[in-house]
């Protein structure tokens, strides 16, 4: 039988059958993306042994559901980066023409398909919770995108899905050696 949590920002989440440490939202409009909808999963979370998730989860999409497209168009520039930067690793491929033909950053979006919201705690250092966003994106269709906010508030890691929260954590590297997150 599954489990039911309650979140007061999105509402009842239901525990995965796969994964009993997750649990799934309906779908919701997510204002950074236009107001498409998405399900929010909260990962790693056993309501058990972490009694302050739910509110701090909460307080991070809070946070993350006022951020809106003129935010989203503030880390355009970051997004083009992680594209440009993969093209160039790759060589010329005639299929990634309309992506270097962009001429103002803000179309990177055109590019880019978010697929689902995850909320977590990251499980050393900070302890903060973290939204992130995982997306298909044109030029990386193996690994994907993934956008990261920190409580919900600030981008601290633009990357392609390979599931660490922070450059920090990917590159086994102190919080401040890591540019967005030392930012924060």
Same mark, same amino acid.
């Given at each position: ?7 007061? %920002? ?24 236009? !107001? ?9 979370? &056993? #309501?058990?042994?972490? $009694?302050? @998730? %739910?509110? &701090? ?16 168009? %503030?880390?355009? &520039?970051?997004?083009? $980066? ?15 023409? #309309? ?6 950053? !803000? ?5 880019? /398909? ?12 900070? /302890? ?12 990386? /269709?193996?690994?994907?995108? /993934?956008?990261? @906010? ?7 890691? %633009? ?17 401040? &050696? ?7």
């Amino acid at each position: 039988m599954n489990k039911e949590i309650i979140s007061k %920002i999105i509402g009842q989440l239901k525990q995965e059958e796969r994964f009993p440490d997750w649990w799934k939202s309906e779908e919701i409009s997510i204002p950074f993306f236009d !107001n498409n909808k998405l399900t929010i999963t909260f990962m790693d979370f &056993e #309501p058990e042994h972490d $009694k302050t @998730f %739910i509110d &701090e989860a909460d307080q991070a999409l809070t946070n993350f559901l006022t951020l809106n497209i003129d935010d989203r168009n %503030i880390i355009s &520039e970051l997004a083009y $980066k992680n594209c440009m930067d993969f093209l160039e690793t790759v060589g010329f491929d005639e299929a990634d023409e #309309p992506l270097r033909q962009i001429r103002n950053k !803000n179309e990177i979006w055109n590019f880019i /398909q978010p697929t689902e919201i995850y909320v977590t705690r990251r499980s050393y250092k900070d /302890q903060n919770i973290y939204v992130f966003i995982a997306c298909e994106c044109d030029w990386e /269709q193996e690994h994907g995108l /993934q956008l990261v @906010f920190r409580q919900g508030k600030k981008l601290t890691r %633009i990357s392609d899905q390979d599931g660490h929260l922070t450059e920090a954590d990917a590159y086994d590297k102190p919080d401040e &050696e890591d540019e967005l997150l030392s930012r924060f």
